[in-house]
């Protein structure tokens, strides 16, 4: 909440997380504590290039620094996260390169990927006992926003598996359509946004740990859109695929 006119600034903030340095620095995961100094200069640097978070309240932006922190995720040019003033509020948004890091660390994902189809590609969806996606690349297609009529992810298990999703230009319009966020990081990222917004979707179905769940659930709050995964021991599942059905229908 705002408290009164106060509005953040890089002294303000950066006194804030130096004097609970040592609240930040227990919200860091182990094998980040020690470099809790680079976080905080990391997290300055992201709030000097977003001018109008300056207009925000200086304690919306520190909670957010202290999730991050939370999560062991750093804000950056990794894109694993961003912090986005929202009216005097400060929100973290979570990236899909976030959202991965995070899949990666419970233990049972090897590797996630995903993807836009533009127009012209060939993709292909095969539902049965053994689904499989085919998507073959064109690239002198732009590589625009406009120009996607699909996106998907797949994340490959470490047992060999791969339980993959997929959502349609209409499906993730929808989905763009509910978001608080459908103004900022949608009108300059959509196709980073429509990435993430697969993943989440995909993510209901695997063994996801604590973090991503918490991840998703910030994430959620912040933009305005409930679909959270439960977090779910990472134990083997029945589930071999999981996708949506795909039709070219814009």
């Not at 680079?38 to 709030?47: G, N, Q, S, T």
């Amino acid at each position: 909440m705002t408290t009164g006119t106060q509005v953040a600034t890089i002294d303000t903030v950066r006194d804030s997380l130096i004097g609970d340095g040592s609240k930040l620095r227990a919200s860091l995961p182990e094998h980040m504590k020690e470099s809790a100094g680079d976080f905080i200069r990391l997290a300055l640097v992201e709030f000097r290039r977003t001018p109008a978070l300056q207009g925000c309240a200086p304690e919306s932006v520190v909670a957010s620094v202290l999730d991050c922190a939370r999560l062991g995720l750093k804000p950056g040019p990794l894109g694993h996260v961003y912090f986005v003033p929202y009216g005097k509020e400060c929100q973290l948004i979570i990236g899909y390169r976030g959202l991965i890091a995070l899949a990666l660390r419970s233990g049972d994902i090897a590797a996630v990927e995903a993807h836009p189809v533009f127009a012209s590609e060939v993709f292909a969806v095969e539902l049965g006992s053994e689904p499989k996606i085919t998507h073959t690349p064109d690239y002198t297609v732009p590589r625009a926003p406009q120009n996607v009529v699909a996106v998907y992810a797949i994340a490959h298990r470490k047992d060999g598996r791969s339980i993959f999703d997929v959502m349609t230009r209409a499906e993730i319009e929808a989905i763009r359509n509910r978001s608080k966020a459908r103004g900022g990081p949608w009108s300059t990222d959509w196709i980073e946004m429509a990435r993430k917004t697969v993943v989440k979707r995909a993510a209901k179905y695997w063994d996801v740990g604590a973090e991503l769940a918490e991840a998703i659930a910030i994430d959620n709050a912040a933009t305005g859109y409930e679909d959270a995964p439960k977090a779910v021991p990472a134990a083997p599942v029945a589930i071999e695929a999981s996708i949506s059905r795909w039709s070219e229908d814009e």
